[in-house]
């Protein structure tokens, strides 16, 4: 158990915010001596050895608790002065009336447990509303509802309503924040290899938010790590602030974050009320603000394991070493699968390794330490051998030992300590099932700066997750490159640009799109195309039909006049018969754009995370492949580069294929120029939309071929 730590965070401010944190009185409102949360609460903060008083209200009961009740906080304040935190220990039609006695009697923190709160209400009131304005109008921190409280072994105290049993090895360094409380309750479970300094359940954040919780505990000195399990993220902006003073304060963030399908979304939306949004304009959040995510639950108890050693790696590239020939295809196997780097062995050590074990193979990596049969020397020469390695930033042993196995377990820790002990780097010992793993073999690992981890897809994600957190720099801002005179061109209040205007307005700005020109219902759109040059697209033009794939209004290829022809008539007859009201709307004749590589780029505000910057694979293939990158907006310098670095698409771009479509290079330029314009436009830009965008051999930039744009009211004066 962790000794009692001082709470004391000026990044959030909120007194009662400490209090919950390290309470020093507790007051259980509903107190009661029959089996509940009140006595499960009463068993807990024994059970941690709270020293702070604990004192019970019931307007029902003389005594519970082994305590005299208080008939209200109010008269509780009156006779032993005002409790730090209340306790709600009641039904959801009582939690308003209860906070409203908190703020009378001068409480500061106030946890309620109820669910259905949001569903009640008080004299004529909605409960949450009653709540949220007695908490703004007294400084009151409150926790829930519908939540499992707050749990704080680094000061001997809970405000959870779950019982500990066992408080000796629940204490440690790592900091849960779950809007879940049945993940909280599931985390808690496994105490093996880390603790916890607090255990924060928020449920529906009526009034706090994960985003406050996290800005306290970057300030924690209890805590190291700080974990997240997130549904949906209420304050943005105060969230990515906190996670930055977290990532200066040298705490890693790592976040859980569900809700990324369409049925998990609406299930999100009714559990917690919260908005979740696009699961890839989160990521690019969560990256630029240097928070590590992981998307099970396997990678992220790995992944606090390796943050937690007292090593982590300073470069990428991990090092595996087996006695078994089976675990290092089975490495190799998930590794490609993850999308790991497994670097060969540099030559050097390659050939001291094959000195010891006879054959090596031509990559090296894993090593396969059966050779010639001396098991114990030639594990120790692979791990010597990445030890010494300049390609590798950590370095694994796979063999499998768990607590109660029936056969002998592993007799190879030793060899990993003895190699560890000459190295700088990161060691861990590596069970290749989730879960499984050696209890005694994991204590004294961590005893001299090693780490046993459990399951060879998570573990190897967790050990580049901590590698590429330590090797991560915070991108400086980068200088916009749009005027704003280009906005004042676009109509005033909420409009669909048509194509034809989206693209004047893109000429302007200084994109490129294909030489055209409108044909009005009178005009002879074959005479315009013979101008411009065969072959040509034909399109219709109208605002009221953003969308004309579905309903054959655009023709492509058309290499004569009679082409041309033909292909007005095939319009004008769909207009007809699926938009009666636009049948003599203009039709846009372009000249066709060589072959290429199509590409979406587009910008819009996320209802979650703001402002956003997407880039993928265009035309049919954007919804078919939906290798699509989000960078949150302004990009900062460099980040665009790095988030396509990190695509499908940015490495098809960097090869030696690529460099046929101009490399990177010209798409950065270009995407950063359509967030210049999204972000210069203050508001007044709902959407812009650009598919396809064409890269050929033969442009120096980009060509759009489509846009949609939106305009909106932009910013109240």
């Known amino acids: 158990m962790n000794a009692p730590a001082p709470f004391d965070s000026p990044f959030a401010t909120p007194p009662g915010l400490r209090a919950l944190f390290a309470p020093r009185s507790i007051a259980i409102v509903g107190a009661t001596d029959r089996p509940g949360p009140a006595l499960r609460i009463r068993a807990s903060l024994d059970a941690l050895g709270f020293t702070g008083e604990l004192h019970a209200v019931n307007p029902a009961r003389a005594e519970a608790l082994g305590r005299p009740c208080a008939p209200s906080l109010s008269a509780l304040a009156a006779r032993s002065g005002a409790p730090d935190v209340a306790l709600l220990c009641v039904g959801p039609e009582r939690v308003a009336a209860a906070v409203l006695d908190a703020a009378q009697a001068g409480v500061k923190g106030v946890v309620a447990y109820a669910s259905g709160v949001g569903a009640t209400s008080h004299d004529g009131r909605a409960s949450l509303d009653v709540i949220r304005a007695a908490c703004a109008e007294n400084g009151i921190a409150f926790c829930g509802p519908d939540c499992m409280g707050i749990l704080n072994p680094a000061t001997r105290s809970t405000l959870y309503m779950g019982e500990i049993q066992d408080a000796t090895s629940i204490g440690g360094d790592v900091a849960l924040i779950t809007q879940s409380g049945s993940m909280a309750i599931g985390l808690l479970t496994d105490v093996r290899r880390f603790g916890y300094s607090h255990v924060i359940s928020t449920g529906a954040e009526a009034v706090l938010t994960a985003a406050d919780y996290l800005a306290a505990l970057a300030d924690d000195p209890a805590t190291r ?107 190799l196997d998930t590794a490609a699968r993850a999308g790991i780097d497994l670097p060969a062995l540099p030559d050097a050590q390659r050939a001291a390794l094959a000195a010891t074990i006879g054959t090596v193979s031509a990559h090296g990596n894993p090593v396969d330490a059966w050779g010639n049969g001396d098991y114990e020397t030639n594990l120790r020469a692979g791990l010597d051998a990445f030890a010494a390695s300049p390609a590798h930033g950590a370095v694994v042993l796979v063999t499998d030992t768990m607590d109660g196995q029936p056969t002998r377990p592993t007799r190879y820790v030793d060899a990993l300590l003895d190699v560890a002990s000459r190295s700088d780097k990161p060691f861990y010992l590596l069970s290749s099932r989730a879960g499984l793993f050696r209890r005694e073999y994991a204590d004294r690992l961590a005893e001299h700066g090693a780490s ?194 990190q695509s499908g698409l940015g490495r098809f771009l960097a090869s030696r294929s690529g460099a046929l479509f101009g490399g990177v290079e010209p798409l950065v330029r270009f995407a950063e120029t359509i967030g210049d314009l999204y972000v210069a436009a203050n508001g007044r830009l709902a959407l812009i939309e650009l598919n396809p965008v064409r890269v050929t051999d033969r442009a120096a930039a980009p060509v759009v071929l489509d846009a949609l744009i939106a305009t909106a009211e932009g910013p109240a004066a």
């Open 225 to 331: 790590v700080i974990v997240l399990f997130l549904e949906a993220v209420r304050d943005i902006g105060r969230f990515v602030a906190a996670a930055d003073r977290a990532r200066e304060r040298g705490k890693p963030v790592v976040v859980l974050k569900v809700g990324k399908t369409a049925l998990s979304q609406q299930a999100a939306l009714g559990h917690t009320g919260g908005i979740a949004g696009d699961a890839r304009v989160f990521s690019a959040l969560l990256a630029r603000h240097g928070c590590i995510e992981v998307s099970t639950l396997e990678e992220l108890t790995e992944t606090v394991v390796c943050l937690r050693a007292a090593r982590r790696p300073a470069q990428a590239g991990i090092g595996i070493v087996s006695p078994s020939g089976g675990h290092v295809e089975y490495a």
């Open 452 to 645: 046993q981890l459990a399951g060879v897809e998570p573990a190897l994600r967790a050990i580049a997750n901590a590698a590429a957190w330590r090797a991560a720099k915070p991108q400086p801002p980068r200088a916009p490159q749009m005027s704003p005179a280009f906005i004042d061109a676009l109509p005033r209040g909420k409009h669909w640009l048509d194509e034809a205007k989206a693209k004047a307005w893109l000429r302007a700005c200084g994109l490129t799109t294909p030489a055209g020109a409108l044909a009005g219902a009178t005009d002879d759109p074959s005479k315009l195309a013979a101008e411009l040059g065969f072959p040509v697209a034909l399109k219709v033009i109208d605002e009221r039909i953003p969308h004309r794939t579905p309903y054959g209004l655009v023709q492509l290829d058309l290499d004569s006049a009679d082409a041309v022809t033909r292909a007005a008539g095939t319009i004008r007859a769909r207009l007809a018969t699926h938009f009666p009201a636009c049948e003599n709307v203009p039709l846009l004749v372009e000249r066709m754009t060589g072959p290429g590589l199509d590409l979406f780029v587009g910008a819009s505000t996320d209802p979650e995370c703001g402002p956003m910057l997407m880039i993928g694979l265009g035309g049919f293939l954007l919804e078919t492949v939906r290798d699509v990158v989000a960078i949150p907006l302004p990009p900062r310098a460099g980040e665009v580069a790095a988030r396509l670095a």
